[in-house]
């Protein structure tokens, strides 16, 4: 009947809080807290098949290591300023994932990699518009991005 009893509690408690303590209040924030609750347990995701539990480090390591290269990459660009002139770019990436939760952690991952930001999903197209900093070859970036995180990805949750 309560999917999540502790936040109904909340919305009750902060109902209150927000207007008088009345017995109509009690039962209007009663109501609205149950409802919330449903809402939250509809938008809940299904949870990941993970098919492969061994690639997690390997994935973690990659993501670390790369994350390590690119703040230095940054760095070094920030402290070269004008001296090296660098070009800004949007990709637009397509990806095989599918996984609400596979698409949150790439999401992670790029936007944790200084210099590389996810800024849209299109669910259509099955394609991610990235935002690189210093885009140089935009093919190896597609395919460093498909080949070191998407493969991953993909043979970790099914």
């Not at 009750?12 to 609750?37: E, K, P, Q, R, Y």
């Not at 939760?101 to 669910?123: E, F, H, K, Q, R």
Request: proline letters at 6%; charged letters at 20%.
């Amino acid at each position: 009947m309560i999917p999540h009893p502790v936040l109904s509690a909340c919305l009750v408690i902060m109902w209150l809080l927000l207007n008088d303590f009345t017995l109509g209040h009690l039962l209007l924030g009663s109501v609205v807290a149950v409802f919330g609750g449903w809402a939250l347990a509809s938008l809940r995701p299904d949870k990941p098949k993970i098919r492969k539990w061994h690639l997690i480090p390997k994935l973690a390591f990659l993501v670390f290591v790369d994350i390590i290269r690119s703040n230095a990459a940054v760095a070094l660009l920030i402290v070269q300023g004008k001296r090296r002139p660098h070009t800004s770019g949007f990709i637009r990436l397509p990806l095989e994932i599918e996984h609400p939760m596979a698409l949150a952690a790439m999401a992670v991952i790029l936007t944790s990699t200084p210099g590389s930001a996810w800024l849209a999903y299109d669910s259509r197209k099955k394609t991610v518009l990235i935002h690189v900093l210093d885009l140089v070859d935009e093919e190896a970036w597609i395919a460093t991005v498909k080949h070191r995180y998407e493969a991953l990805l993909l043979e970790i949750i099914g």
